[in-house]
Nanobody, 124 residues
């Protein structure tokens, strides 16, 4: 059974940093492209960042470029989202997601598995 468990969320002041982690189990982790998404109150879930199976390439939504960095450790079955220079508009529930992918490419939609989410709140 596939399970994704996020951790690392919390309350932080504007300009602060957090590192989210997502531990995957029940999957051959290195066969999965991984992504981070977020959903703010009253808004639709949006793509934040994605990384290839090998970690050789990544992609970030424009609103977080230069502030957030996705990375992965295949030996630890874990994907990370380092978030720096946080803004109040980054407040949301953050979800990690996994998609089985034959190719070592970026995936932005159509994810197979989702975590339960971790709350990030940025105060002004």
């Amino acid at each position: 059974q596939v399970e994704l468990v996020e951790s690392g969320g919390g309350l932080v002041q504007s300009g602060g940093s957090l590192r989210l982690s997502c531990l995957a189990s029940g999957v051959s982790f290195s066969s999965y492209a991984m992504g981070w998404f977020r959903q703010a109150p009253g808004k639709e879930r949006e793509f934040v960042a994605a990384i290839t199976r090998s970690g050789s390439a990544s992609s970030h939504v424009d609103s977080v470029k230069g502030r957030f960095t996705i990375s992965r450790d295949n030996g630890k079955n874990t994907v990370y989202l380092q978030m720096n220079s946080l803004k109040p508009e980054d407040t949301a529930v953050y979800y990690c997601a996994a998609k089985s992918n034959f190719w070592d490419t970026i995936v932005r939609t159509g994810y197979d598995y989702w975590g339960q989410g971790t709350q990030v709140t940025v105060s002004s």
